[in-house]
């Protein structure tokens, strides 16, 4: 099995995963957020020295994961029929 190539552009620091999931307009919020969900184990993460590095396919294997069915406001069940 040959060893297979990552680049640079595979990794996302706290700070990207943070901007990518759109989340706190305050940078630190935004990656206090994403450290909690590591540390919640929801995100995966590597430790990389004293650095976090999260995949993107990670990240969306999160948001995946995360995501629901919608549902129709005021439609009916098939059991109410």
């Known amino acids: ?8 552009e595979d990794f996302l620091t706290l700070g990207e995963v943070a901007q990518y ?3 706190e307009e305050d940078h630190r ?5 994403v450290r909690y969900l590591i540390r919640s184990r929801q ?13 993107k396919s990670w990240v969306d294997e999160f948001i995946a994961a995360a995501s629901v ?3 129709r406001i ?6 109410a029929r």
Do not use: C, N, Q
């Open 29 to 33: 919020d935004g990656i206090s957020a």
């Open 74 to 79: 005021g439609s009916r069940s098939p059991e």
């Open 69 to 71: 069915e919608p549902v």
């Open 43 to 55: 995100l995966r993460a590597a430790k990389v020295g004293k650095t976090w590095r999260i995949r």
């Open 1 to 8: 099995m040959s060893p297979v190539e990552h680049t640079s």
């Open 21 to 23: 999931l759109r989340l």
